[in-house]
Structures are given as C-alpha cells and as structure tokens.
C-alpha cells in the first residue's frame, strides 16, 4: 500500500483529526502538539460528551477500582470487528481501549498499520517489545498490546487514571505486587 493511502487510510479508519493536516503534502502527516486519542476520543473527555458519539451499553463496576463506570460499545475498524471500552472516573475519560478482533488472519497488517501512523504522528516509541509497543506523552500514554495472534488492543491511558486506580487499590487493602 503505497504512503498516500495508507494515510489516507488511516485518518479514516482510526478517525483521527489530529496529525491528519489536509493542507500538508499528500500521504504527509503534520505532527501537531494535540491530546492523544483514537477514533476522536482524548483523554479528559466528560462522559456526556463521549456517549454523545453514539449507543454505549454502561455499568458501575463492583469495588470502583478500575473506574466509577466503565461503558462499552461495538465498532469496526476497516471492516474488521472491535470493541470500544471507556473508563471514567468522576464523569471524565480516563482510559480508553480499543480491541480489534479481525477475521481472515488481517491482525498482523492491521498491527504494522496502526504502529507505522502511531509512530508517524507521535514519534518513536518509549517501548518496544514482542508484546506491546508504548508512546508516553504529556500525562498519558498510547499502548498496542499484540495481544494473543487473535486480538489487538490499543490503550489510551492518562496518568491520573493509573494514580487513582493504585490509590483505590491501596485503600481497599488489597495492597499492590511487585
């Protein structure tokens, strides 16, 4: 797939608005200092504001550890199937994880994909392992776990959400490991 369309596909797929300038040179991505996000969700957003986008199934999670509500709702990227799963704490996005479940083996060019334009519209990654790939970036984090050869996940994951969820964890006396 040749550098214009796969931006072209990208900026599509992944919904972004950021790092996807139509004024720059085709298949060019202008990096811009924006909030991390995926599909046009950034971290911080309120609650109305994210389930405005669309049908979301909502719960409040048993002990709140992980996030005062956690909704969910199903998508697709590139015709591949994915799950939307958004973690509020206090009514503001905290975490974000996108899981993509592709059919017909697609996983290992919908990973190379998502890596290349992560990496094009962030820089090189903090982390690069067998297992998941990390860009850190101004109080978040953006990480594609490969996952088991079935699934992907991308997570989009704010300082703060990390904070509060030790912080709880602490609380409730369950302690953390090491």
Known sequence: MNNLLKAA??????GATAGCDPGAKPGVFARREAPLEIRGYSLGMSERAVLQHGTNSCYTPPGKLDADRICS???NVAAQPALMFFYFYGGTLGKLALTIL?????LSEVNRIFA???ETK??????DNSLSVIWSRGGGA???NRGDERTMTVNLVSDAYESEKTRRAKAAGRGIEI
């Open 102 to 106: 592709p059919d017909h083996g697609h």
């Open 9 to 14: 596909w990208f900026c599509l797929v992944a």
């Open 122 to 127: 962030y820089g090189k990654p903090s982390a």
């Open 73 to 75: 709702v199903s998508t």
């Open 116 to 118: 290349e334009e992560f």
């Open 142 to 144: 953006i990480a594609i």
